[in-house]
């Protein structure tokens, strides 16, 4: 195993995936990961800064306690799940790399983006007890149905711009920090929340439906 109590540096050079992987922080800033990444990685509340370079993600557990920072460089994905696990607030910017799987495990305090996010495999996944919060940004799931699995509170301001006709599954709630017309984009709605104090919130006429309970 290749443990790390502090930060893992990636400087210069590509790094070999053989091996699981544990460390409080990754800052990746040149060379690429190569092999086949399939190991378990457990990235403390440092998270993981990409500053250059190539990242390449493991097919293994990969689990991240901090926030996902990508200024320059590249994420690719290799079909690896992240899972967002820690226990205060975490921002996930993805600098334009798209994610394949992710989880939102974090129970403590909320995931939200920094940027506009795009995950390419099979589901955003949140678990009970989590949030995970759009924050203003775009949001783009390769199907518009059966992508989002909520057990958690899917959050948005309300505008924020989706892949067409989204449909968003549990219990969503729009957090408008202003007057806004809630997004067209968006499809079929479970449980939805309204915490928009002192914000007026228009419903465009293209939101399919909402099926459970509607709460002001």
Do not use: M
Not at 160 to 188: C, Q, R, Y
Not at 189 to 205: H, I, K
């Amino acid at each position: 195993d290749f443990t790390v109590a502090g930060t893992f540096t990636n400087s210069s050079g590509n790094f070999d995936a053989s091996q699981n992987i544990t460390a409080n922080r990754i800052v990746w800033t040149a060379g690429s990961v190569i092999g086949t990444a399939s190991q378990t990685w457990d990235i403390g509340t440092g998270g993981i800064t990409i500053n250059g370079g190539t990242f390449v993600g493991t097919t293994g557990a990969f689990t991240v306690e901090g926030d996902w920072t990508l200024n320059t460089g590249t994420f690719t994905h290799g079909n690896s799940t992240v899972d967002f696990d820690g226990a205060g607030a975490q921002e996930i910017t993805s600098g334009g790399s798209d994610f394949f799987d992710v989880s939102i495990s974090n129970v403590g305090d909320i995931v939200d983006l920094g940027d506009a996010f795009t995950f390419a495999g099979a589901a955003l996944t949140i678990d009970a007890g989590a949030k995970f919060a759009l924050s203003g940004y775009g949001f783009t799931a390769p199907a518009a149905a059966g992508r989002i699995v909520n057990n958690g509170i899917f959050i948005l301001d309300g505008d924020e711009t989706t892949t067409a006709g989204l449909d968003i599954p549990g219990d969503t709630k729009f957090v408008a920090p202003s007057n806004l017309t809630i997004t067209n984009t968006l499809g079929a709605l479970d449980d939805v929340t309204f915490d928009a104090s002192g914000s007026t919130l228009t419903f465009s006429e293209t939101i399919a439906y909402i099926s459970g309970d509607i709460i002001v």
